[in-house]
T-cell receptor, first 112, second 116 residues
């Protein structure tokens, strides 16, 4: 079992719809959770972080964390073609609490 | 602020050659990291440095060495390159809060390495 699992996609949604990206993790001791966006050929950039159960909203993005079920999700409201990218979920690593373990990412395609 | 910079951007090596990837950050961050990214594999941690003067192995350290030269710079060395090391290499840095567990990481632009 991978430590951080994501559906590779592609997840295809029409422009203006809500995109829902999911991530599960295996280490119950993970404390910090991050969503990164990566455009093709570019480096990852942070979208959101969350470390308490519940929802955290930032503009069109909402991160949801459920530690009991060990999943974290990212909702993108009013999806735009510019949101088309790979979204990487990352959690605090077992190797060292300051390092991160990344999922393999979900590719999102927003259709105009 | 340049953020995190990496050199070179591209490199082609022959099997057995050595090279050093350079990384520098100007954000006064304590922690620095080296990842590799392969298709379908996500980012995998090679080595990290929690603070100046310390380095630790990550998930995939074999075939690599690192040096934390000072607070700004963290280099990754391939002593004898192998085709399996063909990948995109990212350097990242992060600040650490008083509790040591919050670590938003900022990434450099990456080095695309091909080993023939």
């Amino acid at each position: 079992q991978k430590e951080v699992e994501q559906n590779s996609g592609p997840l295809s949604v029409p422009e203006g719809a809500i995109a829902s990206l999911n991530c599960t993790y295996s280490d119950r001791g993970s404390q910090s959770f991050f969503w990164y966006r990566q455009y093709s050929g570019k480096s990852p950039e942070l979208i959101m972080f969350i470390y308490s159960n519940g929802d955290k909203e930032d503009g069109r993005f909402t991160a949801q964390l459920n530690k009991a079920s060990q999943y974290v999700s990212l909702l993108i409201r009013d999806s735009q073609p510019s949101d088309s990218a790979t979204y990487l979920c990352a959690v605090t690593s077992k190797v060292g609490r300051r390092a991160l373990t990344f999922g393999s990412g979900t590719r999102l395609q927003v259709q105009p | 602020n340049a953020g995190v910079t990496q050199t070179p951007k591209f490199q082609v090596l022959k099997t057995g050659q050595s090279m050093t990837l350079q990384c520098a950050q100007d954000m006064n961050h304590n922690s620095m990291y080296w990842y590799r990214q392969d298709p379908g594999m996500g980012l995998r941690l090679i080595y990290y440095s929690a603070s100046e003067g310390t380095t630790d192995k990550g998930e995939v350290p074999n075939g690599y060495n690192v040096s934390r030269l000072n607070k700004r710079e963290f280099s990754l060395r391939l002593e004898s390159a192998a085709p399996s090391q063909t990948s995109v290499y990212f350097c990242a840095s992060s600040a650490v809060n008083a509790y040591g567990s919050y670590n938003e990481q900022f990434f450099g632009p990456g080095t695309r390495l091909t080993v023939l």
